[in-house]
């Protein structure tokens, strides 16, 4: 099985940056798809950035241009840098990876909070 921890969140001033990280464990070389989800209360999960095994990225709208996804083959961590925040930033952030059989496992979520 694969396992997902993230940490990095918390409170932060509008115009602010965070680094989220995702540790990856458990069947790491079996994973290849790796990706960073938001959700908001009331509101469905979506999709904020993406990286797979070839290092190609893809980006929300709303992530364009001041978030940055990447991932480190030597540690297995996965990182989201978030610049210039704003409030609408807000939300519980969930790593995501696919791996072997097309099997998916989630972590925890971790909160970001942008306010002044």
């Known amino acids: 099985q694969v396992q997902l921890v993230e940490s990095g969140g918390g409170l932060v001033q509008p115009g602010g940056s965070l680094r989220l990280s995702c540790v990856v464990s458990?069947?790491?070389?079996?994973?290849?798809?790796w990706s960073w989800y938001r959700q908001t209360p009331g509101n469905q999960r979506e999709l904020v950035a993406s990286?797979?095994?070839?290092?190609?990225?893809h980006y929300a709208d709303s992530a364009k241009g001041k978030f940055t996804i990447s991932r480190d083959n030597a540690t297995y961590t996965v990182y989201l840098q978030m610049n210039n925040l704003k409030p609408e930033d807000t939300a519980v952030y969930y790593c995501?990876?696919?791996?072997?059989?097309?099997?998916?496992?989630w972590g925890q979520g971790t909160q970001v909070t942008v306010s002044s």
């Open positions: 995501k990876a696919v791996y072997y059989g097309g099997a998916v496992a």
């Open positions: 458990g069947e790491i070389f079996a994973t290849y798809f």
């Open positions: 990286i797979d095994i070839g290092g190609i990225t």
